[in-house]
């Protein structure tokens, strides 16, 4: 009898353990505090200030209306009579890829162009001419032309453009950002981090409130 009543005592503790696992599993506050994230590599692309005292990493997709929404955001501060004008003499801005291929086909494509264009030092350049000709290439039915169209407006070496966006370096670095998306829990864009720490805010007034300070 008393056998049974320690193993029914035993079996309850062991239940109730198993329980409280899953609870603590199920109920885990979700990270936000990355700071492998916040490592800039000598690949990364990166402007505005040069100092990395305070770094914001950007995770964005071509194809994506709300990563084109935040970049014409981000670039009204690069005007000297901007009023966030002091935000790109603080913070530097890092770019890295997270194309949702899943949902937009042409993203990876237009990555493939960005990086392309970054080996010849015109990364920034391209960057503004998929944004600004989001709506064109994203219903092309021939994006790797209007790509090449856009390469030749920043005066690219044309064959060397067509040639790196094919290349394994190109789609290894691409790769490697999504990597590290991937690694950071990432599932929308944009997504930001500063400083290594997530940016979960609701509007674009206190996102500028954020950089200011």
């Known amino acids: 009898m008393q056998n049974n009543l320690l193993k029914i005592i035993a079996t309850i503790f062991i239940s109730f353990i198993f329980l409280y696992l899953i609870y ?4 885990k506050p979700a990270q936000t505090y990355f700071p492998e994230i916040n490592v800039i590599s000598k ?40 009023a966030n004008f002091p935000i790109t003499k603080k913070v530097t801005l890092v770019f890295r890829h997270f194309p949702l291929y899943q949902i937009h086909p042409i993203s990876m494509d237009a990555a493939y162009a960005a990086e392309a264009a970054a ?12 944004f600004g000709k ?21 005066k690219l070496d044309i064959e060397k453009f067509k040639s790196d966006m094919d290349s394994k ?11 590290s998306g991937n690694k950071a829990e990432i599932n929308s864009t944009p997504t930001f981090f500063l400083n290594g720490n997530k940016i ?14």
């Open 119 to 130: 080996l010849q030092g015109r990364f920034w350049e391209m960057d503004d001419q998929l």
């Open 43 to 82: 690949n990364d692309l990166i402007k505005w200030s040069p100092d990395k005292k305070n770094v914001l990493i950007e995770y964005s997709d071509f194809q994506c209306p709300a990563c084109k929404n935040f970049h014409d955001f981000l670039q009204e501060f690069e005007s000297s009579k901007s």
């Open 169 to 179: 370096v190109v789609k290894n670095k691409v790769q490697a950002d999504l990597a």
């Open 24 to 27: 603590l599993l199920i109920n």
């Open 134 to 154: 989001q709506d064109i290439w994203s219903t092309s039915t021939n994006p790797r032309q209007n790509f090449i169209n856009m390469a030749s407006e920043i």
């Open 200 to 213: 979960e805010l609701t509007t674009l007034d206190e996102f500028k409130k954020l950089l200011l300070k």
